[in-house]
Structure formats: C-alpha cells, structure tokens
C-alpha cells in the first residue's frame, strides 16, 4: 500500500474501500483480520483529519478573455 | 448662375466615399430594432434581409460568419451594424452582431439553434460522459463578481477540501460574454495538463441576459471539449444550450457545487460506518470460530466418552472371563485340582471345593 501521507484523499478511500472489501471477501481470515482492522481504523482516521483539515485551493487565472490573443 | 455658388461638384464615387464618410464619423455603429424580412443566404456566403418597421424599411448585409445563430423571417431583431452607401446605390446596413429581441423572437432563435444542434446529436445521452466522483483538480468559467460565484465557492468549501480550482473570469452576459466564455474553454482545453471537470456557471436572469448561453458557436465549443462538462446556468426552471450539451447540467451554480464534489461529512459517516461493519464482520467471525471451536470440542469429548465407554464394556467382559477361569470357579462346578507325583505309589493332593484330600497312586496310565 503505498505512503498514506502522500495520498490524496481519494487514494485513501479507494484503500479503505479495498480493505473493507476484503473483509466480505472469500479470503477473510481471523488471523489476518485483527491487522487488517488496525490499519482499516488508521486509515479511516486519516481520512477524517485530512477531510476536516484539507481547504481548496482556488486562484482565478491571470489569461485575459476579453479580447483575442 | 454664379459660379462661385455653385455647389461642391463630386464625381459619383467621390459622393459615394464622401456619404460613406460622413455617415461612418456620425454613426460608426447604429442599433436597429425591425423585424425581418426576405432572409437569404448567397453562395453559402453572404445574407442579406431586410429590417422593418410599420414605417420604413431597410436593407442588411452580413457574412455567414457573423451570424451567430439562424434567423427566419418575422424575427424581430436588434442588429449592431455601420450604415453603408455602397458603389451600386444601395443603402445597407453592413451588420456587426443581431440578436433577438422579444420573448416571441428569443424563444424562436432559441429553437431554431436547438432543433439545428439536436439534429446533429449533440444533446444525446450516448455523448454525456461521466464526472469523476471526487475530482482532484477543476476549472471554473464565470463572472467572479457574481453572487453565483461566490455561492459556488461557499457550498465546495463547505463540502469538500483539497480541490484545486482555476477560475477564469469573463462576463456572463452581454454581447462578448459568449466570445470570452468559448475563449475560456478553449484555454482550459489547450493546458498541458487538463482539469478532470469544466464547470461553467451563472446565476439566474432574464431570457434576454441568458441568451449568452443559447449561443450555437458556444455549444458546440463545450461540445467539443475534452474536458468533461458542468453547465450550471440560471434557475431550475432555465434550459439553456449550454446546459443540454454539456456532460452534466446542474439546475443552479449552487447544485453544481454539489454535483461536483461529495459532502465531506457524509464520507466521515460512510467511513465511520465502514470501520462499524468491519467490526462487525470481525465479532460475528469470532463468534462463528467460538462456535466452531466449542463444537469440535464437544465432538472431542464426546469421541472420547465412547471410546471409554467401549473399553469399559470389552474390561468388563474380560473381567468376567477372567472371574469365569478362576480356580475357585471351576472347582464350585466340581471339578478337582490334583497336585504332586502322579505315576504308581506316588502321593498326590486333590482339592475340591471343600477338601484338601492326600491320596496315593495306585495305577496311571496313558489315555
């Protein structure tokens, strides 16, 4: 799984979503499960503190429409 | 006549120029409003109609290039033109821009270009591609004075974080607004690396202040981009072209914020709930191997009841057999045990049951 600092948001959730899937999935064990949770519980508090902390960048381009370049 | 008081005398091309001039210093441009008449296009070219009034009426002459949207006669029209004498003695009106003006006229601009546009398939739902679910990178094309601005920034700042929007500012209305925005578009087209979502947007207005986006060259321009579309013009009760053509049409600027990216709070409860029903899954499967373990258990133990029980059963057997072959046993069945020298003369002891007997050998022999 790749580094859980440098992924947006998105790739988190995509991860979350795999782990939850693997929970439902035909390779669940019990002995993997309890690792698998821990980083699941991890993760999701990632996702929460960086959807919490995480402002949108806008900036209005400085290209003039007005007149033809 | 004196000829000192003679008027100033002109060949006809100088009086043509010297109107042309005249008339180009008076009135470079003019605004007409009359109602069309004898529409024709030459050579696939030029048009040429005529504008008219109850009063008057006068001719007009444009290149199919400057008409931005197809006219029929009986349109009432509001052309931007300069007034022209031209070399063969008609008087024209050389026209720069024309809309519609009236809701009659507006409305009919309006479904000459969509029935032009809809024929074409350009508002076919094959064509509509999906919006990424959370976009990572947007443009925005807008008036970034309006209050449809402002809303949009509100409502994704509210939803969502770490979205990178570029904005470019043009009018929404008004005769350059269609130009600017198409210019917009096609700047946001042309980056290197393109926004996963174009979203254009206005707030609501007159027919007349939406017209801008009922510009045909405008539709096709967000038809063709490469960037997927979101169109969020006027009020839900407004259709524009600009919203059938696109990817996605939101009822409001504000709704286009919400098409465009999830409710954070929402993905904190899906999240939560996540991790809920993985916990669950967990309990549950550690109940389930309990249950598994318990029963091999059991099974265990009930194995190795009746093993034990079998074995009891055969111990009881052999001790019964055993109890059977005890001297005592066969004595009681009256039978004898004889010990010592059994051969003529020898001394023996039989035992029975109740007696201990010596006794002496008097013959033995084989049987």
């Known amino acids: 799984m790749p580094d859980k600092n440098k992924q947006t948001v998105q790739g988190k959730l995509a991860d979350l979503s795999e782990l939850v899937a693997w929970f439902q999935g035909p390779d ?3 002995e993997e499960a309890l690792e698998k949770f821990t980083q699941a519980e991890a993760l999701a508090e990632t996702i929460e503190d960086d959807l919490t902390k995480l402002k949108n960048d806008i900036q209005v381009v400085k290209q003039r429409f007005d007149t033809k370049e | 006549m004196d000829g000192a008081n003679l008027p100033v005398q002109l060949s006809v091309s100088d009086f043509v120029a010297l109107t042309n001039q005249t008339l180009e210093f008076a009135y470079p441009t003019i605004s007409v409003v009359g109602e069309v008449a004898e529409f024709r296009v030459s050579q696939g070219k030029w048009v040429s109609f005529k504008l008219k009034d109850d009063g008057a009426v006068v001719n007009c002459f444009m290149t199919t290039f400057a008409l931005r949207q197809p006219i029929e006669n009986g349109m009432k029209l509001l052309v931007v033109a300069a007034p022209r004498l031209n070399p063969k003695g008609y008087f024209n009106l050389n026209v720069r821009t024309l809309r519609p003006v009236g809701e009659g006229s507006i409305k ?8 032009k546009l809809e024929a074409e398939g350009l508002f076919s739902d094959e064509r509509k591609r999906p919006l990424p679910r959370v976009p990572a990178s947007v443009a925005v094309i807008t008036s970034t004075e309006s209050a449809a601005y402002a809303d949009f920034c509100k409502i994704i700042n509210e939803r969502w974080g770490g979205l990178q929007v570029k904005v470019a500012h043009t009018q929404v209305q008004g005769d350059p607004a269609a130009d600017q925005i198409i210019r917009a578009v096609e700047y946001f087209n042309s980056l290197e690396e393109l926004p996963e979502v174009l979203i254009v947007i206005r707030g609501g207005g007159s027919a007349e202040d939406l017209m801008t986006f009922n510009d045909e060259r405008l539709a096709r321009t967000l038809s063709r981009s490469r960037i997927p579309t979101l169109v969020g013009v006027g009020h839900e009760i407004d259709h524009t072209l600009a919203d059938m053509v696109a990817d996605k049409r ?10 465009l ?5 929402e993905i904190i409860r899906t999240v939560r709930a996540h991790i809920q029903g993985v916990g669950y899954h967990m309990t549950q499967a550690i109940d389930a191997q309990r249950v598994r373990i318990r029963e091999n258990l059991l099974a265990a133990v009930r194995r190795m009841d009746e093993q034990v029980a079998v074995t009891r059963e055969r111990l009881t ?18 039978y004898a045990i004889v010990r010592g020298d059994v051969k003529p003369g020898g001394m023996i002891e039989v035992e029975t049951i109740t007696q201990v007997i010596n006794a002496e050998v008097r013959d033995a022999r084989q049987k």
């Open chain 1, 28 to 30: 669940f064990s019990l």
């Open chain 2, 108 to 115: 009919k601009g309006f479904e000459l270009v969509k029935a």
């Open chain 2, 250 to 259: 939101a009822a409001t600027p504000t709704n286009a914020a919400e098409i």
């Open chain 2, 261 to 265: 990216v999830p409710d954070k709070q």
């Open chain 2, 317 to 334: 057997m052999l001790r019964q057999a055993v109890i059977r072959l005890h001297p005592d046993r066969v004595l009681e069945m009256g």
